[in-house]
C-alpha cells in the first residue's frame, strides 16, 4: 500500500507490503508473518491490543488501554507511544514516549532522551544508558550499559549496578 489503510476489524495477512503508506489498526487480533518488515508507518490505534511481534519502520501506539507486545519489536526509524506498552524485549531507533514503557527482558534504542515513564520490571535487566523522564526499577538485578540521567522521578525497589546516575528532582 502507498496509501492509507484502516481497519476497523482484525487485519489477518500472510504478508504485508506497505512500502510508503499508513496502516491503522483499530481492533485486537491482527497478524501476518512476523518475519517480514513493514515499510512505512503502523499505527494501533485501539483499546487493548496486542501488538505483532515483528520489524517496523516506524510504530506509533495510541488510542487507549494497554499494548501488549507478541513478541520483540523492532522499530528501525520512529517509534512514538502515547499509552502504556507491555513488551519482553524492544530494539528501537528514535523513541517519542508520552506514555509508560514497561519491559521485562532486553532494550535498546538509539534516542538520547526518553519521554513520559519506563519501567523495567523483569528478571536480571541492561538499563539502557539514557535521559529518562520517569524511571522506574524493579525486579532483579539492574545493570546499568552507561550514565542514566533522570529529569523527573526514579523509583527503585531493585539491586542498580551503576557507574554514573544524574538525577534532578528526585
Known amino acids: 500500500a502507498n496509501g492509507t489503510i484502516t481497519a476497523g476489524g482484525a487485519l489477518t495477512a500472510s504478508a504485508i507490503t506497505n512500502t510508503n503508506g499508513v496502516i491503522t489498526l483499530n481492533a485486537d487480533g491482527n497478524s501476518w508473518n512476523a518475519d517480514q518488515t513493514l515499510a512505512g508507518t503502523v499505527i494501533y490505534n485501539g483499546a487493548d491490543q496486542t501488538i505483532v511481534g515483528s520489524k517496523y519502520t516506524n510504530l506509533t501506539l495510541s488510542g487507549s488501554g494497554v499494548k501488549t507486545a507478541a513478541g520483540t519489536l523492532t522499530v528501525t526509524d520512529t517509534f512514538t507511544n502515547s499509552v502504556t506498552l507491555d513488551a519482553e524485549n524492544v530494539a528501537l531507533g528514535t523513541v517519542s514516549n508520552t506514555g509508560t514503557m514497561q519491559i521485562s527482558g532486553t532494550a535498546a534504542w538509539t534516542s538520547s532522551s526518553i519521554g513520559g515513564t519506563v519501567v523495567y520490571d523483569g528478571a536480571?535487566?541492561?538499563?539502557?544508558?539514557?535521559?529518562?523522564?520517569?524511571?522506574?526499577?524493579?525486579?532483579?538485578?539492574?545493570?546499568?550499559?552507561?550514565?542514566?540521567?533522570?529529569t523527573d522521578k526514579l523509583?527503585?525497589?531493585?539491586?542498580?549496578?551503576?557507574?554514573?546516575?544524574?538525577?534532578?528532582?528526585?
Open 124 to 150: 536480571a535487566q541492561n538499563v539502557v544508558a539514557s535521559t529518562y523522564n520517569n524511571l522506574q526499577l524493579t525486579g532483579g538485578d539492574k545493570t546499568s550499559t552507561g550514565t542514566l540521567t533522570v
Open 155 to 170: 523509583t527503585n525497589s531493585a539491586v542498580l549496578d551503576a557507574e554514573n546516575v544524574a538525577l534532578n528532582n528526585v
